[in-house]
């Protein structure tokens, strides 16, 4: 009998919450505007510098709403940590490689992160505000992975990234990865070689396919909470055995 206990507590030690239930993304999305404010309106190194940190957070708020078991969110937060630290130090000695590798790791951050948020979006039997503020973090989540990715392949290329010299920093590529995801397309930016313009084209296909598809979905299937019912008045109409009350009787 005790050795059957054990077994019983070792595996509710590993059992992994209802992936049903879902997860509550208000943090996680507060976050990544602040993230993308920071940035986009603060030309500080330090503010690139540490945003491979807030992307660290992301990734751990949405692993903290993940339905995986036990061992595996302290395997991958374990890992986020000990990679993120290397790739910030690394950063810091100003070389093109160094930069390049931060940048890679941001967008294996972001990349993990938002699998981890829709896989928890759709498993959700109904559709509640959590699920739309997920949807619209997985969005933004989307575009700044691809600006990791863009910033990263102009650190490992030997030409300008954008055309007529425009200036390639985070913030620019902030800017391009949003236009070109909501395909805006204002055509002050454009990537001036063949691997950029594809990995530019992706994220347009992957930015209309999201809001047509998940993004759409959830918004039409999302109903608010149904007021509490009121409880019934009783019946004053007359007795139970159909006799006159006293106030008929008064009245009469």
């Known amino acids: 009998m005790a050795h059957t206990g054990k077994r019983e507590r070792s595996g509710t030690a590993t059992k992994a919450p209802p992936a049903h239930l879902g997860g509550r993304y208000g943090l996680l ?7 993308y404010l920071l940035v986009a309106f603060s030309g500080a190194k330090l503010a690139t510098e540490i945003q491979v940190l807030l992307f660290a957070l992301v990734l751990l708020i949405a692993l903290r709403n993940s339905p ?3 061992p595996w969110p302290l395997v991958i937060g374990a890992v986020t940590v000990i990679g993120t630290a290397v790739t910030f130090l690394a950063s810091l000695s100003g070389s093109l490689d160094g930069k390049a590798a931060e940048d890679l790791w941001k967008a294996l951050l972001l990349l993990m992160a938002v699998i981890m948020v829709v ?14 503020y997920g949807a619209l973090s997985a969005y933004i989540i989307i575009g700044l992975m691809f600006a990791s990715v863009f910033a990263a392949a102009d650190y ?17 590529f902030q800017y391009f990865s949003f236009t070109t995801l909501t395909t805006l397309g204002y055509g002050d930016f454009t990537a001036a ?6 990995i530019a084209v992706l994220e347009a296909l992957t930015g209309q396919i999201f809001l047509a598809t998940l993004v759409a979905r959830l918004v039409a ?15 004053r109409s007359g007795s139970e055995d159909g006799n006159p009350t006293d106030d008929d009787e008064r009245r009469e």
Do not use: W
């Open 29 to 35: 999305l507060l976050v990544l505007i602040g993230t």
């Open 221 to 235: 299937a999302y109903r608010t909470p149904d007021p509490p019912e009121q409880p019934e008045l009783p019946d």
């Open 119 to 132: 896989h928890r979006v759709l498993a959700k039997r109904t559709v509640t505000i959590q699920s739309i």
């Open 156 to 172: 490992l290329s030997t030409t300008d990234f954008f055309v007529n010299n425009e200036p390639a920093n985070t913030q620019t």
């Open 193 to 198: 070689e063949s691997g950029g313009r594809s």
């Open 68 to 70: 995986m078991p036990r």
